[in-house]
Each structure stands twice: as structure tokens, then as C-alpha cells.
């Protein structure tokens, strides 16, 4: 049982929310990068949903770091629903790899702060494991596939002022190393539309964009989580560019309930957003937001641009909103704005 007061709630509303789980009764569901941010939340959010609708689900954590699932999933460890399998996705599947129902390919590097450190092993999970894991879907007569891509397909947006449609594509230079994320992202999902076509297997491809919450890595790189690092350590938050690029921040709660959608309601073949354009906001307004949710923390904000590094590779994309359209279509919506999904988030730390 989760013991994080605010991250129990987010599972029991993920839970609650208006879905078809009967689809998953008596299934074995397969979740690799089970390690990870938004995979380990999607397991407990699984395992959740099994207790409350009586399921009979099966769930297998597929990760490289038994030392991140320990720390992420800790508390549902012992739940006899839950197995856990130690592999790098990138290599070939070791004898024995249990078959699944379905399959949610989620293992990637997911922060800029890592593209540089590991362009090759970021690359790689969404190229060569997604290979291996459609043929093994192929294989376990599979009957759905879930990629997890990203917002980050899109490049560099032709026209910035405009929600961003998933037929939409912008300037991506594939000769950038920061390139290693998005364009293995673009080939994984070309992969699936392979396999769907040639194999028949029902995949389909969800693109988060920004998504934060409880239990995110507070140190994986990315502007959002240093600022909440700043804030639950009641340190000044020091914006280290003009802080003018604009980000759509979506809550991990809803985020989650919009990836179990296009899992269990998604059309094969196809992509789909995920995330809150009404939650748009700019880096530097963000940080003025975070740092007066708790005044009595006394976190102020200021700049201290630095000289070019080559530490952290930063994005060249300035705004870019996603549309959700589509995803509305199959009944999701976002609920949570920046302030009160960034509040939960701090607090979920305290």
C-alpha cells in the first residue's frame, strides 16, 4: 500500500476514473522501464485499479535498475499481482522473457541532462528494444502494444502560435546529438505502424509532453524539477537562461489517465497527445508560481545566466503547445492546473 499520502490519491483517482478495466480482466500487461517516472506510477496506478475492480491482473516490471524499482515501487513489491524482471531492453530478450497481453514500452532516457552522458543507450531502447519487444509481442500474439514517444517528434514547430497536431512536424537535425531522443522516438513509432501493418498487431503511440508529479527525480536535469528541488529545500530558484520558452506542464495523475485510455481505447496505427494545453506557462512565470506557493519557505527568484556549457543540451524549441483533440475524442481531459498539480508535487516531498 502507497504510504505518500499525496501520491494515494493520485492512484485511487487514476483508479476511479471512467475507463474500461473490465478489458484488462485476468490479463498479463508488461511494463517496461519500470524503474522510471511515468512507468512506475502507470504500475501502481495498475495495481490500484486491480484491488479496486477485482481484476485478477498480472503485471511484469521489466527494468535495467533493480535499484530504481526498489526505490520507486517499494510499497507494492509484495504484491503477489506484481512480478518483477531485471533486463535491459536494448538487448536481446534472455530464455524464458514472459509473454504478455499487452505491452507498454516506456524504457528511455527521458532528460536532456542524460542525451549527452548517453545518446547511444537513449537511442537505442526506442530503436533496437522496441524491435525486440514487437517481435516478442508478435510472438505472445499480443493483443495491444503501447509506445511511449514524446512531444519532442515534432522538432522545432513551423508555426508556433498553433496547437500542435499529430500530423504536424517541425525542423528536427538529425546531426544533433540532443537528436538522439527524438528521432529514435520517430523511428519507434514508424516501427509500430511496421509491425501493425505487416503483422497486424494492435499498436498504438502516446506523446506525453511535460508531464510532472510525485515522485519525479529531482535531479534528472530539467528546469521543472529544479525548481521544486529549490523549493523543498528552501533554496532561491536561480534561472539560468531569460526563462521566456513556454511549456504546456502536465500533471502525472492526469497524464496517466490519458495514457490507460489509448491503451484500452486507442485506435490501432495511430498517436496521440498527451498533455495540457491549458496549462501552458513560461519557464520564468513558472518559477515565480513555484516559489510563492509556500511563502513561508522564503524562496525567492533571480537570473544568473551562464556562459555556454555543453553540460546540459537545451532545447532550440521555444513553444511548442500540443492539441488534444483527438485524445478528448476517446473521453480524456486534463483537470489539474500548474498551480494546484505543482503544489501537490511539492508537498507530495514534505
Avoid at 513489491?77 to 512480478?83: F, G, I, K, T
Avoid at 533486463?87 to 499487452?102: L, Q
Avoid at 511511449?148 to 502560435?161: A, R
Avoid at 490507460?260 to 508560481?289: F, M, Q, W
Wanted: hydrophobic share 40%.
Amino acid at each position: 500500500m502507497e504510504t505518500n499520502v499525496v501520491i494515494r490519491g493520485d492512484l485511487d483517482r487514476v483508479a476511479a476514473a471512467t475507463l474500461p478495466w473490465q478489458d484488462l480482466r485476468g490479463k498479463q500487461v508488461m511494463v517496461t522501464g519500470g524503474g522510471g517516472f511515468l512507468a512506475a506510477y502507470l504500475i501502481k496506478s495498475l495495481l490500484t485499479a486491480n484491488r479496486l475492480h477485482q481484476l485478477g491482473l498480472q503485471i511484469i516490471c521489466v527494468a535495467r535498475s533493480m535499484h530504481s524499482v526498489q526505490l520507486r515501487l517499494s510499497p507494492f513489491l509484495a504484491d503477489p499481482a506484481l512480478s518483477v524482471v531485471q533486463h535491459d531492453i536494448a538487448k536481446v530478450p534472455p530464455p524464458g522473457f514472459p509473454r504478455a497481453d499487452m505491452i507498454i514500452h516506456s524504457a528511455s532516457q527521458a532528460s536532456p541532462k542524460y542525451y549527452g552522458i548517453d545518446p547511444v543507450g537513449t537511442l537505442l531502447a526506442n530503436s533496437t528494444g522496441t524491435m525486440y519487444l514487437l517481435d516478442h509481442a508478435v510472438a505472445s500474439q499480443s493483443q495491444r502494444f503501447l509506445f511511449f514517444s514524446s512531444g519532442e517528434v515534432y522538432g522545432v514547430p513551423h508555426d508556433p502560435s498553433r496547437a500542435v497536431t499529430e500530423t504536424d512536424y517541425g525542423y528536427l537535425d538529425p546531426m544533433q546529438v540532443r537528436s538522439c531522443y527524438g528521432e529514435s522516438k520517430r523511428i519507434g513509432e514508424t516501427m509500430c505502424a511496421s509491425w501493425a501493418q505487416q503483422y497486424g498487431l494492435h499498436a498504438s503511440v502516446v506523446r506525453p509532453f511535460h508531464t510532472y508529479g510525485p515522485a519525479m527525480a529531482l535531479d534528472d536535469g530539467r528546469v521543472f524539477a529544479d525548481f521544486v528541488a529549490d523549493v523543498v529545500a528552501r533554496r532561491d530558484i536561480i534561472l539560468k537562461s531569460d526563462g521566456l520558452a513556454i511549456r504546456p506542464f502536465c500533471y502525472l495523475e492526469d497524464a496517466t489517465i490519458g495514457f490507460l485510455t489509448v491503451l484500452l481505447k486507442g485506435a490501432k496505427s495511430e498517436a496521440y497527445n498527451v498533455g495540457n494545453p491549458d496549462a501552458e506557462i513560461s519557464i520564468r512565470d513558472l518559477a515565480s508560481v513555484l516559489a510563492g506557493l509556500f511563502p513561508e519557505r522564503g524562496v525567492r527568484t533571480r537570473f544568473e545566466i551562464p556562459a555556454s556549457s555543453n553540460a546540459y543540451l537545451k532545447s532550440p524549441i521555444v513553444r511548442s503547445c500540443p492539441s488534444i483533440d483527438k485524445v478528448m475524442a476517446l473521453g480524456w481531459r486534463p483537470a489539474i492546473g500548474v498551480a494546484a498539480g505543482f503544489k501537490r508535487t511539492i508537498e507530495s516531498f514534505f
